[in-house]
């Protein structure tokens, strides 16, 4: 490319009901959508706000709607996704909107709370640590969706959150689904109950939406599948 | 001005490794307690436990002991640390490993026989790393979080701490004056005891790799405070930090250690290897000694188009390349670049800083009331930090602080009323560049970081030094003139970043004062003009304080309290000595 080419860009600025304003920034050969919008703040208007936090897809602070799609914007190179020079950022969806391209992610937080996405502990500090067969079917399953980093982009992405906004959403259901295969969790029940309720797994539609968007190519619709399966079965043995 | 008060019990200011053990630890001591977690990001997201790539260094087999995980911390340290503070760090870390495992649920690796994996990692003489694959950070940070998350644990989200502050006419802290980053208004929070938790990160250089949060806020604050950092001069560069211009943040981001004990080459900018010419053990050198070669080989001019060098991967087979670093293949990827049959330009990047607030083995410091935890505190790692212990030292003290604070809390009783004028003048301190005339404040940052790389970086000379020490200087005068465009404060990045600048202009000067101080070259250290390693024996560290707006600095002995220098706690096999007669 040549070093005259500009990238035309719409950034959404304000609140819920705020407006489209277009900037246009030099493209680079080497330019992320985080480094579009740093350009936007620091030369073309200081008060644009975003957030970003690792710049290298560890901390999942940055995830925003790029050209409709949710994405890390710190991992997504422009030339993937500009279309003619064009480009559309917008904060991530179901999430209020603080200002410009800030979502308050307090309620995707409050749901892996609700979802009791935490360990319940069968041994203390002084224990030595168990041994798990790490070629386990459930140590497997748990494996395959312990790397998530909360970046809300499979939440962004599902239109049943979209619809109902209690609906613990896939990344809470993900981890749950990691508890449950937890051989070291004193409480495995206890997740499966936190989900099996109207806003939990069973409000799954299937989209998919959160396994086609996920960076990190985990796959929340299986997991929740798994938990599908789990609830009911538990709740035939009256064990729910 | 409009300053909100808050009341809590414990403040902890910063959310990683350190903050967040403590939040959990003091939660459990006393569960009345009222803890709240202030953060300049968002709670377990921002800060640099999470991107802990290698492990947590920890002496659990049996052929292993917390004497030889002592012993290579120290040696590693070049016998500058605090020794209570490392044997601390080493034997706490054993049940500080199993809470991570048992209590938060962490997943760590397992050998085929159910047994946990320990992984060789540079400088140690034994494998006792302890890992979740290369994203050992992710998974000890999101299982610190939910728990925090789950318990009544008070957050002050995206609100960032730019002073500490004392009881009116009372040496005891009062609490910290935080800005809430969203609204953009001041809110004072009182507490009975403040825990410093916000992590080091020394962006101040050129290429650096931590979160672009972090901003030395901490140790700025400690400075202003009246406290002592030690060690300053010790700031650990990662030999390879991925090189790709100066517009994207991607610039000096980690490329991890293992691709080059994998049997990755550094090639100069003519496409040959070099290392061989610095160190017998070629790419595969310890970090300082890699560092320094890309150095040299970057000021004789055997560069890459963006001033750098390759690290080449592609003759391992780039298939085994992708399957043994997929994270880094993916990330090269994403950013345009490909590790597994191309080149990639790399560059020395500034990575930690071993120095800090002094502190004990308590985490109490100089002023009562206030206590420090993690890469803001300094003397646990001396002269250079291993791979592996950094988040063993984060999570260890953090932990000890929120087992010793609910009890200091008891005896000391309420928190005393601040002092106001502190408070006025941290208060006008921050707003000042909105009545100035708007200048661009980057180029400043800029400038900056050019300077520390060029002058304070990997290899130092007092000339060079004493040069930066002047143009900091001037460059703290400079931004007292510019300006901020009068626009909202609420969720101003620009504002934040100009706030940042000030952090680290003033960090940079206590780097750049222990630099000059310490006249010989060790650990992370090196000077050009003092090019060997004095006398262990009569080793001293550097202490720092900013004193009627001057820094002093002054060399203290070093207290060899458990081993002294040619003596050791292991036989040559690595047992330990009190054990070798069994």
Redesign the interface.
């Known amino acids: 490319m040549s070093e005259n080419d500009t990238l035309s860009v719409d950034i959404w600025r304000g609140g819920e009901d705020g407006s489209f304003q277009t900037f246009h920034v030099p493209q680079r050969d080497h330019q992320t959508i985080l480094d579009v919008v740093t350009y936007v703040q620091k030369k073309l208007d200081p008060a644009l706000a975003y957030r970003f936090a690792c710049r290298v897809g560890m901390c999942g602070s940055c995830a925003m709607t790029v050209n409709g799609e949710p994405r890390w914007t710190c991992r997504t190179h422009v030339s993937r996704v500009a279309r003619d020079g064009k480009l559309t950022i917008a904060p991530l969806r179901n999430m209020p909107v603080i200002r410009d391209l800030v979502t308050d992610m307090t309620p995707f937080f409050e749901k892996w709370r609700r979802a009791t996405g935490s360990f319940v502990p069968s041994a203390t500090r002084h224990d030595p640590m168990a041994s798990v067969d790490p070629a386990s079917a459930e140590r497997t399953a748990a494996d395959e969706g312990i790397e998530c980093i909360n970046c809300g982009i499979c939440y962004a992405a599902c239109d049943v959150v979209a619809w109902n906004l209690d609906y613990l959403g896939p990344a809470a259901l993900n981890r749950a689904w990691t508890l449950v295969n937890d051989e070291r969790d004193a409480d495995r029940t206890g997740h499966l109950r936190a989900v099996a309720g109207d806003a939990g797994c069973h409000a799954c539609h299937t989209h998919q939406s959160c396994s086609t968007y996920c960076p990190k190519a985990l796959n929340p619709t299986a997991a929740i599948a798994g938990l599908k399966r789990r609830t009911v079965e538990a709740a035939l043995k009256g064990g729910l | 001005m409009q300053v909100e008060r808050h009341e809590t019990d414990l403040l902890i200011l910063g959310s990683g490794g350190a903050g967040l053990f403590a939040g959990l630890h003091a939660h459990a001591a006393n569960p009345d307690l009222d803890i709240t977690v202030a953060v300049k ?2 709670l377990g ?3 640099c436990t ?2 802990v790539q290698g492990g947590y260094n920890v002496a659990l087999a049996p052929e292993d002991s917390v004497e030889r995980h002592f012993m290579d911390t120290i040696e590693g340290g070049k016998w500058l640390n605090n020794q209570e503070l490392a044997w601390t760090l080493v034997t706490v870390a054993v ?5 991570l ?5 962490c ?10 994996h320990q992984k060789a990692f540079a400088g140690q003489s034994f494998d006792r790393t302890v890992h ?2 290369d ?1 050992t ?3 000890i940070i ?2 610190l ?3 925090v ?2 318990r009544r644990i008070n957050r002050l989200e995206e609100h960032r701490a730019v002073e500490l502050v004392r009881g009116r006419g009372e040496d005891r802290i009062s609490g910290a004056l935080l800005v809430d980053m ?1 609204t953009g208004e001041f809110r004072f929070v009182r507490a009975k005891a403040v825990l410093l938790a916000t992590g080091g990160g020394p962006t101040m250089y050129r290429y650096h790799t931590p ?3 972090k901003t030395c806020d901490g140790m700025a604050m400690a400075l202003r405070l009246g406290l002592r950092l030690r060690d300053m001069e010790m700031v650990q560069f990662h030999p390879t930090g991925l090189l ?2 100066v ?4 610039t000096g ?1 980690v490329l991890e250690e293992g691709l080059r004990g994998a049997g990755g080459y550094l090639l100069g900018g003519d496409g040959e290897r070099f290392m061989g010419r610095y160190d017998p053990r070629n790419e595969r050198a310890t970090r300082d000694i890699v560092s320094r070669a890309i150095y040299a080989e970057m000021r004789q001019g055997n560069v890459t188009p963006n001033g750098g060098v390759y690290i080449q991967m592609s003759h391992l087979g780039p298939d085994e390349v992708r399957r043994q670093f997929k994270g880094m293949v993916e ?1 090269c990827a ?3 670049f490909d590790l597994a049959s191309g080149l990639v330009e790399v560059v020395p990047t500034a990575h930690y800083m071993m120095g800090g607030v002094e502190f004990g083995p308590d985490t109490s410091t100089g002023v009562p009331g206030l206590f420090a935890a993690g890469e803001d505190t300094g003397g646990v790692h001396g002269a250079n930090r291993l791979g592996g212990n950094g988040v063993a030292n984060s999570t260890v003290f953090g932990g000890i602080a929120g087992d010793v604070i609910p009890g200091w809390i008891a005896r000391a009783g309420s928190a005393p009323e601040p002092d106001p004028d502190v408070i006025d003048a941290a208060v006008d301190r921050c707003l000042a560049p909105f009545g100035k005339p ?1 200048t661009d404040f ?1 180029a400043i940052r800029d400038r900056l970081a050019d300077l520390m790389w060029d002058k304070v970086g990997i290899m130092r000379t007092a000339e060079g030094i004493r040069e930066a020490m002047r143009e900091l200087e001037g460059m703290a005068r400079e931004l007292e003139t510019t300006g ?2 009068a ?2 404060r ?5 504002w934040h970043d100009r706030m940042n600048l000030e952090s680290l202009v003033m960090v940079s000067r206590s780097i750049a004062a222990a630099a000059l101080a310490r006249e010989d070259s060790r650990g992370a250290h090196f000077r050009e003009d003092f090019p060997e390693t004095s006398d262990l024996s009569t080793s001293t560290y550097t202490a720092v304080r900013l004193q009627n707006a001057a820094l002093e600095v002054t060399n203290e002995p070093v207290a060899f309290t458990h081993v002294r220098p040619g003596q050791s706690l292991i036989d040559n096999t690595g047992r330990p000595l009190a054990k070798a007669g069994e």
Not at chain 2, 101 to 105: F, R
Not at chain 2, 247 to 250: L, S
């Open positions: 990001g968002l997201k921002c800060g999470r991107m049940e500080r490993i199993q809470e495992e048992n209590e938060l649920g997943f760590f690796d397992r050998n085929p026989d159910g047994t946990i979740k694959g994203l950070g992710i998974e999101s299982r979080m939910e728990q998350w789950a969203r979160s672009g949060d790709a211009g517009d994207t943040r991607m981001t990330r994403d950013c345009g708007a980057h901020l465009p626009t909202t609420a969720f101003n990045l620009t």
